[in-house]
């Protein structure tokens, strides 16, 4: 057993105490907890809590299973049992439209983190939590910390002690994602592949490969996760990349930072839903109503963009996506911003951050836009489109800025650098990064594997496991990962973009 710290709920003390031989034989059925059906793509199947009884006893996993439980901090969160399920519960609260995210449901939870060979660094907050994905077997949560609940920001070492770049992580935090792999689950069944390509690392390689070429990005890390006592699996904690997230990182108050995710610009979405996260949009409208269609040829109108643009980091978010093929982007998956005039320190031109890279690689999904996985220039950005096509605001962004000599030569600057020795785009470089996140959750997924990788076995699919799956998809990337960068200046060629 470990202990954990002492968690503060409703006006209770108490402390948190994990019996790892008690979790690894975890039950199906757990009053209270049973009887809920989820939707995985091909049927609704009841979730249980199960730890699968043919890895936990096996011969080759049963004797790790202890260092499974433990190789990755543990995350407990305590909440009201009867505020989990269920239309007024965090975890089933729905979406009732398109794509937008609707009747939302916050609770108060009590967050422990728990680090099995460090008790003295354990530490605990007060949080909201609610539902981040659309409604999944195994869902995708946020935490908010807000002072309502008693922490108004969540200090804590965890992301510090991340798999990769830990040393610049911010260290306090309003919100954090709980990523449960959604599209990229083995609790989950979507066009018959989806539950293949497993390894619960992609999403953080493409945020960490980012802070590698362009030193910024939402830092993450993982954890294993409980809810009052249960074993939820393996979860990937990450920032937000909001205007908190912006001004811990670029400087300034929150308050002078716009902040907008793909809700803003996305077609698919309810036009009354089409807003921003916060702030001033005035600059933003500028840049995308009226600054690109000036002709950017023009070296005084490209000064002009440079001022509502940053330019290489803009250059850095393209390429990452194109070397990645990642395919529902850019409706979807966006996050930008800019500091406003109203900082003492002034502006900042616009940066965009990388989020959810699920469909990437060889996770293809009928986008139209398949390269086998290798990098290629999206469908939206090619030399065939322009400005005034009909493509998304990033890339008419795009359209615009490469009418403009200087422009092209930054760009061909940056190829080179990312793709050379020492680049973040450079095949050595990518493997060795690739390498380090399934290095650090290699032993962790024997848990997952004995949590979740059953669920759809009454859909014919079959039991996952870590040496066979797991590894599978890890090397099936690694495999692409080798000759990527060839393959992005050989697309760059074929649209004139490089020489």
Known sequence: AFKGGEAFYNGVISHTYIYLNDVIHQPKNIPGYSGHYYSVGGGNLEHDSEMDPN???SATYGPQMITAMTAVPTMSIMVDPGEIFGSEGFYDAGISYGFGYDGKVEKKASVEI??????????????????????RMKRSMRLNFRSIFGNAKFKTDLLTKGPLHGDTAAGSYDKLILRGGNNRSWARHLGGYASEKVTQTVDEFFRATQIDASGYGSRGTFVHLYINGIYWGLYNPVERPDSKFSASYFGGDSVDWFAANHRLVDPREPV????HLSGDITRYDYLTKTLIYKDMSVPANYAELQQYLDTRYFIDYLLLSWWGDIQNWPYNNLFFGNRNATSPLGTTPLYYTRWDSEFSFDQNFDFGNSNGGRAQVHNDFRSSRNVNSDVPIVAKIWHAARQSPQFMQEFVSRVNALTGPGGALNDDVARARWATLNNFVRDAIIAESARWGDTLISLGKPRRTRDVDWQREVDHIDGLLQGNAASLISSLRSQGYYP
């Open 55 to 57: 890895i936990v006893n």
């Open 114 to 135: 728990l680090y099995f060979d460090q008790p003295a660094d354990n530490h605990q907050a007060n949080a909201g939590i609610e539902g981040h994905s659309k409604v």
């Open 272 to 275: 009354e839903n089409r807003k």
